[in-house]
């Protein structure tokens, strides 16, 4: 199992930026794919930006272009860096591995807002 805490998000205006952090308890990001989800109100879970274990990225047509998933292996964190934000981003954002997701964090949550 491994502990996972997001942070870095906030209430920010439209076209606005935030960027993510995603510490893990141990290192894993060489091993595994990893991925940022968010959960709008009343919505389900969904995967925005993925990488994988040999630093390939993708990303959710709604925000490519935008985001950008990143990772400091070193540092045991994963990053992701929100620009050109919509009001409709506005949603805790998780981290988790991609297939058999661990424990789920407590979100960081980002709320886009003029």
């Known amino acids: 199992q491994v502990q996972l805490v997001e942070s870095g998000g906030g209430l920010v205006q439209p076209g606005g930026s935030l960027r993510l952090s995603c510490a893990a308890s141990r290192s894993i990001f060489s091993f595994v794919a990893m991925g940022w989800y968010c959960q709008a109100p009343g919505k389900q879970r969904e995967l925005v930006a993925t990488i994988s274990s040999d630093g390939l990225t993708n990303y959710t047509d709604s925000v490519k272009g935008r985001f950008t998933i990143s990772r400091d292996n070193a540092k045991n964190t994963m990053y992701l860096q929100m620009n050109s934000l919509k009001p409709e981003d506005t949603a805790v954002y998780y981290c988790?591995?991609?297939?058999?997701?661990?424990?789920w964090g407590q979100g960081t949550q980002v709320t886009v807002s003029s």
């Open positions: 988790n591995r991609v297939a058999r997701p661990w424990d």
